[in-house]
């Protein structure tokens, strides 16, 4: 055998010449490890050839940028000399940016929980050098503590192992390796023949499941640590929007937490935005981290609580008012600029850990004590914010400090006070040292912001957050879709064309890495008939088009639906020689749901019957999963209930005048679930004939006999009779509910 015959260093790697190779990455994540000793590589075929010409295993070390225990084990082992020489002498190190390459994360993950029984970042795997995983767990500490070995610990058992009992690491591998290729054929979907039709029971029967699991005290699911059930919240939002036995009780769930996140900790009381998790079961110790993709959902989440009215538990006003914060912090805080200095994309995330003087803090600038409150505040105004804010002398992160949680609605003379006084400790905190930002831009991630900005700006009446979601998109286009022939003209609907293709990340303006997962795909073409429905920009729903066009060749080119097209081969040999396909939800929809919605959506706008059969066959995951695992399924069970509903179309034809934008408006505030708009944006269009479009749904629509606009609501599209007023719009909508 070629492996290292000590455990001193010097040997093995060492007389290789080789070196820590992360210096030169783009990736925030891996560049906060290219000053290491131990000689990490990229993933790729070149670092898995050099473990099989040393016949060592990979040690895969998984994170991301924002995360904080990340930190604490690069810390505690990565930073550590003699540790990294046991690595350099007996592993092939290899490092990944879990946003960079999620395929890369979900396969390991998925060996990590089987293996350990749990999961989490930083995940820790081994691996043999054709990629399958025999050992795994997540953050090991630099010395023992009860029911957890050290670092340390771990990697001489691995050795160990690896050099005396072989046979028996490669026997563990492959039947890993064959379980989960049991488990990717019980998640296989056709798109092909015809998909039962959605039962409305099996939803009602959803609700009732998620009610057994809420947490109707603190609001939310389970117990700690809580996360932002996003995807589930947009099910019971739309589930509440349609009259049925359990339609209350949907709504009555989603408003408790919305409510409860908004009034606690996990928000931002001072600037905006959401925070990934919290670590506690009342939300008020958050997780600090702050990603694009939650704060997307979230946004999106409070709009459509907006649209459904709120509740006497937590009103629309106030939701709106979150959600206005949120938007501008995902702007102010996540944009990325141009040279003119308008936002053209959205970053990843902020760093849950704050730098000072060289030491990493968690959630440090967000933190407060009783005695720097009214340092800034002076006694009364400190003393009282402290008592709204719950910021005691014991503190509930560090001995002393706390993030600000009111955890409860503020009565009207507490909210006059925290409104002055807000101002006041933003200026401070903002001259604090600040938690770093990965600029990298992740196209699915973007899609969800593209959706979430243009219906906020809708809604909320913020043409500025509209303009946003059009630069977003416009990024999307230009940097991360390269679209077929380059240059070339546009084939006409129905000509065969090679599709294009949407590459997952770009770092300042350049695409570069992986092609896009199926979420990727997914979350674009939603994101892009979103701001369609908004702008009536044909081009977002031509580019939508052919985003889905692309996702079927690229995804289904046989029939079968799968997460990634073979990125690569060591992840293809760890899922045991077969192409998956993730039905579950985790912070973001399933990339399997995601795309049911898009093609629904897209089906409703184009009349494709062919589209509407794909989402309804992707739908056929969800009767095992709507009442055993319904917080897994969310966007399953929104796709389902939007598919329940028709969704309604809505044709918005007549020439721009405040009466066209009035009806517009009108229909951007229905709650009809899933509901799609297509609407004129030039006269000319218009002709005797009706409208001449590209969208469908529009193609022969005419305004009113005297011009003026007016809407068609349709299913199917087969539609009702024109209305030209809000009033009788609204009426016609209540009788398609």
Same mark, same amino acid.
């Given at each position: 055998?070629?492996?290292?015959?000590?455990?001193?260093?010097?040997?093995?790697?060492?007389?290789?010449?080789?070196?820590?190779?992360?210096?030169?990455?783009?990736?925030?994540?891996?560049?906060?490890?290219?000053?290491?000793?131990?000689?990490?590589?990229?993933?790729?075929?070149?670092?898995?050839?050099?473990?099989?010409?040393?016949?060592?295993?990979?040690? /895969?070390?998984?994170?991301?940028?924002?995360?904080?225990?990340?930190?604490?084990?690069?810390?505690?082992?990565?930073?550590?000399?003699?540790?990294?020489?046991?690595?350099?002498?007996?592993?092939?190190?290899?490092?990944?940016?879990?946003?960079?390459?999620?395929?890369?994360?979900?396969?390991?993950?998925?060996?990590?929980?089987?293996? %350990?029984?749990?999961?989490?970042?930083?995940?820790?795997?081994?691996?043999?050098?054709?990629?399958?995983?025999?050992?795994?767990?997540?953050?090991?500490?630099?010395?023992?503590?009860?029911?957890?070995?050290?670092?340390?610990?771990?990697?001489?058992?691995?050795?160990?192992?690896?050099?005396?009992?072989?046979?028996?690491?490669?026997?563990?591998?492959? %039947?890993?390796?064959?379980?989960?290729?049991?488990?990717?054929?019980?998640?296989?979907?056709?798109?092909?023949?015809?998909?039962?039709?959605?039962?409305?029971?099996?939803?009602?029967?959803?609700?009732?499941?998620?009610?057994?699991?809420?947490?109707?005290?603190?609001?939310?699911?389970?117990?700690?640590?809580?996360?932002?059930?996003?995807?589930?919240?947009?099910?019971?939002?739309?589930?509440?929007?349609?009259?049925?036995?359990?339609?209350?009780?949907?709504?009555?769930?989603?408003?408790?937490?919305?409510?409860?996140?908004?009034?606690?900790?996990?928000?931002?009381?001072?600037?905006?935005?959401?925070?990934?998790?919290?670590?506690?079961?009342?939300?008020?110790?958050?997780?600090?981290?702050?990603?694009?993709?939650?704060?997307?959902?979230?946004?999106?989440?409070?709009?459509?609580?907006?649209?459904?009215?709120?509740?006497?538990?937590?009103?629309?006003?106030?939701?709106?008012?979150?959600?206005?914060?949120?938007?501008?912090?995902?702007?102010?805080?996540?944009?990325?600029?141009?040279?003119?200095?308008?936002?053209?994309?959205?970053?990843?995330?902020?760093?849950?850990?704050?730098?000072?003087?060289?030491?990493?803090?968690?959630?440090?600038?967000?933190?407060?004590?009783?005695?720097?409150?009214?340092?800034?505040?002076?006694?009364?105004?400190?003393?009282?914010?402290?008592?709204?804010?719950?910021?005691?002398?014991?503190?509930?992160?560090?001995?002393?400090?706390?993030?600000?949680?009111?955890?409860?609605?503020?009565?009207?003379?507490?909210?006059?006070?925290?409104?002055?006084?807000?101002?006041?400790?933003?200026?401070?905190?903002?001259?604090?040292?600040?938690?770093?930002?990965?600029?990298?831009?992740?196209?699915?991630?973007?899609?969800?912001?593209?959706?979430? /900005?243009?219906?906020?700006?809708?809604?909320?009446?913020?043409?500025?957050?509209?303009?946003?979601?059009?630069?977003?998109?416009?990024?999307?286009?230009?940097?991360?879709?390269?679209?077929?022939?380059?240059?070339?003209?546009?084939?006409?609907?129905?000509?065969?064309?090679?599709?294009?293709?949407?590459?997952?990340?770009?770092?300042?303006?350049?695409?570069?890495?992986?092609?896009?997962?199926?979420?990727?795909?997914?979350?674009?073409?939603?994101?892009? /008939?979103?701001?369609?429905?908004?702008?009536?920009?044909?081009?977002?729903?031509?580019?939508?088009?052919?985003?889905?066009?692309?996702?079927?060749?690229?995804?289904?080119?046989?029939?079968?639906?799968?997460?990634?097209?073979?990125?690569?081969?060591?992840?293809?040999?760890?899922?045991?020689?077969?192409?998956?396909?993730?039905?579950?939800?985790?912070?973001?929809?399933?990339?399997?749901?995601?795309?049911?919605?898009?093609?629904?959506?897209?089906?409703?706008?184009?009349?494709?019957?062919?589209?509407?059969?794909?989402?309804?066959?992707?739908?056929?995951?969800?009767?095992?999963?709507?009442?055993?695992?319904?917080?897994?399924?969310?966007?399953?069970?929104?796709?389902?209930?939007?598919?329940?509903?028709?969704?309604?179309?809505?044709?918005?034809?007549?020439?721009?005048?405040?009466?066209?934008?009035?009806?517009?408006?009108?229909?951007?505030?229905?709650?009809?679930?899933?509901?799609?708009?297509?609407?004129?944006?030039?006269?000319?269009?218009?002709?005797?004939?009706?409208?001449?479009?590209?969208?469908?749904?529009?193609?022969?629509?005419?305004?009113?006999?005297?011009? %003026?606009?007016?809407?068609?609501?349709?299913?199917?599209?087969?539609?009702?009779?024109?209305?030209?007023?809000?009033?009788?719009?609204?009426?016609?909508?209540?009788?398609?509910?």
């Amino acid at each position: 055998m070629k492996a290292a015959d000590s455990a001193d260093g010097g040997t093995g790697e060492a007389r290789s010449g080789a070196a820590n190779a992360l210096g030169g990455e783009p990736s925030a994540y891996l560049r906060q490890h290219a000053g290491n000793p131990v000689h990490w590589r990229p993933f790729g075929d070149e670092a898995f050839g050099f473990a099989a010409d040393r016949d060592v295993p990979v040690f /895969l070390s998984i994170g991301y940028a924002a995360c904080h225990w990340c930190h604490v084990m690069a810390h505690e082992s990565f930073e550590d000399q003699e540790t990294a020489d046991f690595l350099n002498t007996n592993f092939v190190s290899i490092k990944v940016d879990r946003e960079e390459r999620p395929d890369v994360d979900a396969v390991y993950m998925a060996a990590t929980q089987a293996i %350990s029984g749990e999961g989490g970042w930083p995940m820790s795997v081994f691996l043999t050098p054709d990629g399958r995983a025999f050992h795994a767990g997540t953050y090991f500490p630099p010395r023992p503590v009860p029911g957890r070995p050290s670092f340390r610990q771990v990697l001489e058992a691995v050795r160990e192992a690896w050099l005396e009992r072989r046979e028996g690491v490669e026997q563990n591998a492959e %039947s890993l390796a064959r379980g989960m290729a049991e488990s990717q054929l019980a998640a296989a979907v056709r798109l092909t023949g015809s998909p039962d039709p959605v039962d409305a029971g099996l939803l009602s029967e959803a609700v009732g499941v998620l009610a057994r699991s809420e947490d109707t005290h603190d609001g939310g699911f389970g117990s700690a640590p809580k996360f932002p059930p996003s995807p589930v919240l947009e099910f019971l939002m739309r589930h509440a929007a349609v009259a049925s036995d359990t339609a209350e009780a949907a709504k009555d769930m989603a408003g408790r937490t919305l409510a409860a996140m908004s009034r606690s900790a996990l928000f931002d009381q001072l600037g905006g935005g959401f925070a990934r998790y919290s670590v506690t079961r009342d939300w008020s110790v958050p997780h600090f981290e702050k990603m694009l993709y939650d704060n997307a959902q979230l946004l999106r989440a409070y709009v459509h609580w907006v649209r459904l009215g709120g509740d006497a538990v937590y009103p629309a006003g106030e939701a709106a008012d979150v959600a206005a914060r949120t938007a501008d912090w995902m702007v102010g805080s996540l944009g990325v600029g141009s040279a003119a200095g308008s936002v053209q994309a959205f970053a990843s995330s902020l760093d849950a850990d704050t730098v000072v003087d060289g030491q990493h803090h968690e959630g440090a600038s967000y933190l407060w004590t009783p005695a720097e409150l009214t340092e800034v505040l002076g006694a009364e105004d400190g003393g009282r914010v402290a008592r709204l804010m719950n910021v005691r002398a014991k503190g509930t992160v560090t001995a002393s400090a706390s993030p600000l949680h009111p955890g409860r609605v503020l009565g009207y003379a507490d909210s006059v006070v925290w409104d002055q006084v807000r101002p006041r400790l933003l200026a401070v905190r903002s001259g604090r040292p600040q938690p770093a930002r990965d600029d990298k831009v992740v196209a699915g991630w973007n899609g969800l912001a593209v959706a979430a /900005l243009a219906e906020a700006g809708a809604v909320l009446d913020r043409p500025d957050l509209v303009a946003a979601a059009e630069q977003a998109a416009a990024y999307l286009q230009s940097v991360h879709w390269q679209a077929p022939g380059g240059q070339a003209p546009r084939p006409a609907p129905g000509q065969n064309a090679e599709p294009g293709k949407l590459v997952r990340v770009s770092h300042s303006g350049r695409a570069r890495g992986i092609g896009g997962l199926l979420e990727d795909y997914a979350f674009c073409a939603d994101g892009l /008939l979103a701001l369609y429905g908004v702008t009536g920009a044909e081009r977002w729903y031509r580019l939508a088009e052919d985003i889905l066009a692309a996702a079927r060749l690229r995804f289904a080119a046989d029939g079968t639906l799968v997460d990634t097209a073979g990125e690569s081969g060591q992840v293809f040999n760890a899922q045991g020689r077969r192409p998956g396909l993730e039905p579950f939800d985790n912070a973001t929809p399933s990339g399997a749901a995601a795309f049911a919605g898009a093609l629904l959506s897209y089906s409703a706008l184009s009349g494709s019957t062919d589209h509407r059969i794909m989402s309804g066959n992707i739908l056929s995951l969800l009767p095992p999963l709507a009442t055993r695992a319904p917080r897994a399924a969310g966007w399953l069970l929104a796709t389902a209930q939007a598919a329940l509903a028709g969704p309604v179309e809505a044709a918005v034809v007549g020439p721009g005048s405040p009466a066209r934008a009035e009806l517009h408006h009108a229909l951007m505030l229905s709650a009809s679930p899933g509901l799609v708009l297509a609407m004129t944006t030039d006269a000319g269009t218009v002709s005797g004939a009706g409208v001449h479009s590209a969208v469908p749904l529009l193609e022969g629509r005419t305004p009113a006999a005297d011009g %003026s606009p007016q809407v068609f609501l349709c299913r199917g599209m087969a539609c009702h009779r024109p209305v030209g007023s809000v009033a009788e719009l609204l009426d016609q909508l209540a009788t398609m509910a």
